[in-house]
């Protein structure tokens, strides 16, 4: 509430020294480093901002909410331009903390590339839309339309009168360093920034400036030390931002190290530490639940009629000598261990991979990222399916298991183990998918020491029954009862891929959660058709054309539950009051009155909002609102009744001084762009 009553205090301040007229505005000038361009080529363009006397503007990351300048150009067919190229800004104290600044005149450049094909002879305009904030102890926001002309000639020629002025802007900018190796690491707390060699470097690092809004400046309780021939920079994180809002935390930094001479810190992945060994008492239960999935694993529909079959096998070849039965017994572990010690070190292997360059998989991290949440989810939703009995898989276990009775000899029985763990694991896997998700996160010597513990619950049975084989006779028969217990499992796995779901709709919201619900329903009707109609009995034409439909409505499902892409329109919540201020200042207003039990507003969102109606919607400088009626919300109802509706969705455009214009119920994207050309002029200072 405190930092909010300031940002309000500035806020009034800004609109005071606004409306009272007492502050110069910043001079903004856009200048060529050339007299002429050429075809084909890239020549360099400055901005040039000179703001009042004690006033500042903000580097891309301002270390606040205050904005930093952007550049909207307007561009003749075929010229591209670059990023904005930022100077090292001055680390400041602000009102929330450290903030990142421009004094004086700050220069910025941007690389544009001329085409190929542009005609010789002709000079060309360049128009931009510049937008910045300035700040003293209130901030106010300024823009300026910008036109520079060049003439197109053959060979382009250099202004030699702007040299000095593009000679600075570059000595200004942070240098780049080849010879440095740049690391960075966190295990969700602290980041650790090491650079080396230290003696790359010329003199010492007095600062980090991130780019990056989830990181503080080094200056703002981090550190910065040598670590033997390396620079050691501690750095702390940003949770909450001024408004108590959590901050989204990314996966890489980049920044600039000031000191004698300022350094680029180009982007580099942020990684987390090995996974440090589990203390005993936090392994041991990991331990305890591994061999439970081993020995649960025998009681699957494909594996239990095997465990009788093979010990009378061991006691045939063994001539009923007890000691040859435990021999071979204990043989077929081992065929069990090495097979599991394959997949374990298949699993290591892939772990390690994904973690190259130093980028290790955490306890826990692995659920940070929502195409892992995806993957799991689908895989425990698909595993379910298959243990309620949807489809099957693993059909021919049994006449697997009875063929490893023919084996003879020590070899025969290793192999039978291996062959059992084989077989168990198609038809088991859910068991897996559970391992797999406890021990992703442990070091190699824990990693495999839980794996050996669920091959050594598989195999006990056939242990204690090799080396007690009169128990054989009190083994419960195969009956229904197995399947009846598979189908009871299922639901532990239904409620993880719900969990599971939960954690993907936190990471891409609920407006988004539509297409994963559909997704996993697709799946569902993928799984039926293939365990309906691909049966061995079925003719070939049906099983193929039930493949077909299979892979259709898995695929399918993928693509509607895969995460979607952040889109670029930004909607502010809708009220009245904030309506009526951008209607009074002539901005235009579109508005969607929706709600997530809405399923035409979700579809309006899916195909309606491309990037293309996106573009067009900055362009005109449209504002869009929603007006949320998840929940009961009367001021959007009586705005309805106004508008002559009483049923959502219902999207409007408002532009000052028009009546409104409601768009139809199902929208299209080349609805909404004929609505904005036809309403809404290109404005200089649109967004």
Not at 174 to 187: C, Q, V, Y
Not at 298 to 306: D, E
Not at 365 to 393: D, R, S
Request: aromatic share 10%.
């Amino acid at each position: 509430m405190h930092r909010f009553i300031i940002a309000l205090a500035a806020l009034f301040s800004s609109l005071l020294a606004v409306a009272e007229g007492d502050v110069t505005a910043s001079v903004a000038q856009l200048q060529s480093e050339q007299k002429s361009i050429a075809p084909g080529k890239s020549f360099t363009v400055a901005l040039q901002l000179s703001h009042p006397e004690g006033w500042h503007s903000y580097y891309k990351n301002s270390g606040g909410v205050e904005l930093p300048p952007a550049i909207a150009w307007d561009l003749p067919d075929g010229f591209t331009a670059g990023p904005i190229q930022w100077p090292v800004p001055e680390v400041k104290d602000g009102y929330f903390g450290k903030s990142f600044a421009y004094e004086g005149s700050p220069v910025f450049l941007t690389t544009i590339t001329a085409p190929a094909s542009l005609e010789i002879g002709k000079p060309l305009t360049l128009s931009a839309n510049a937008t910045w904030q300035i700040c003293k102890e209130s901030c106010i926001g300024e823009k300026k339309t910008l036109a520079l002309t060049v003439p197109v000639t053959a060979v382009a020629e250099i202004d030699p009168a702007l040299a000095p002025l593009f000679a600075s802007a570059r000595n200004h900018q942070a240098k780049k360093n080849s010879l440095l190796e740049i690391t960075a690491r966190s295990d969700g707390g602290d980041i650790n920034l090491r650079i080396r060699p230290a003696s790359a470097l010329t003199g010492t690092p007095t600062d980090f400036v991130p780019d990056q809004p989830f990181i503080q400046a080094a200056s703002a309780g981090g550190s910065i030390g040598r670590d033997g021939d390396a620079w050691l920079i501690q750095l702390k994180r940003i949770a909450k931002d001024t408004f108590d809002n959590p901050v989204p935390q990314g996966k890489s930094l980049s920044g600039i190290l000031t000191g004698t001479t300022a350094v680029e810190i180009s982007e580099t992945r942020i990684s987390s530490p090995p996974a440090a060994p589990l203390p005993f008492s936090k392994f041991l239960p990991i331990l305890e639940g591994m061999l439970l999935g081993g020995l649960i694993l025998n009681l699957m529909p494909c594996v239990f009629p095997v465990i009788g079959l093979k010990i009378m096998g061991f006691a045939q070849q063994a001539g009923e000598d007890r000691k040859k039965i435990a021999l071979h017994g204990i043989t077929f572990a081992l065929g069990v261990l090495a097979s599991f010690g394959v997949l374990s070190g298949i699993l290591f292997a892939a772990r390690s991979a994904a973690g190259a360059g130093g980028d290790s998989i955490g306890w826990g991290y692995q659920l940070q990222n929502p195409w892992v949440v995806l993957t799991l989810m689908l895989l425990m939703f698909v595993l379910a399916l298959n243990m309620f009995g949807l489809f099957e898989l693993g059909t021919s276990a049994t006449s697997v298991g009875g063929s490893l009775q023919s084996k003879q000899g020590l070899g025969g029985s290793f192999f039978s183990g291996v062959l059992a763990t084989v077989v168990a694991t198609p038809c088991s896997a859910p068991f897996l998918g559970v391992a797999i998700g406890a021990a992703i996160g442990l070091p190699m010597l824990q990693f495999f020491s839980a794996f050996a513990a669920m091959a050594i619950g598989l195999s006990l049975p056939y242990l204690i029954l090799s080396i007690f084989p009169r128990l054989i006779a009190f083994l419960p028969r195969p009956g229904a009862w197995m399947e009846s217990f598979k189908q009871a499992m299922s639901f532990f796995l239904f409620a993880t891929a719900g969990y599971l779901l939960w954690v993907y709709a936190g990471q891409i919201g609920l407006d988004n959660l539509l297409g994963p619900i559909f997704g996993l329903s697709s799946l569902a009707v993928a799984a039926w058709i293939y365990g309906r109609w691909n049966l061995p009995h079925r003719p070939t034409s049906t099983r193929r054309i039930a493949m077909a439909l299979t892979l259709l409505f898995a695929i399918g499902g993928f693509l509607l539950a895969k995460p979607p892409e952040k889109s670029a329109l930004v909607w502010e919540p809708w009220t009245q009051e904030r309506t009526d201020a951008l209607l009074a200042k002539g901005t235009p207003v579109y508005i969607d009155f929706t709600a997530q039990w809405c399923a035409t507003c979700q579809v309006n969102k899916k195909r309606a909002y491309t990037h293309e109606v996106i573009a067009l919607m900055h362009r005109k400088g449209v504002v869009a609102l929603k007006g949320d009626k998840t929940n009961p919300n009367p001021a959007i109802e009586q705005k309805l009744r106004e508008l002559g509706r009483s049923a959502i969705p219902v999207n409007v455009l408002l532009v000052p001084g028009k009546p409104p214009i409601i768009a139809p119920e199902l929208l299209t994207a080349d609805f909404l762009k004929k609505l904005f050309t036809a309403e809404l002029p290109d404005t200089p200072e649109a967004k």
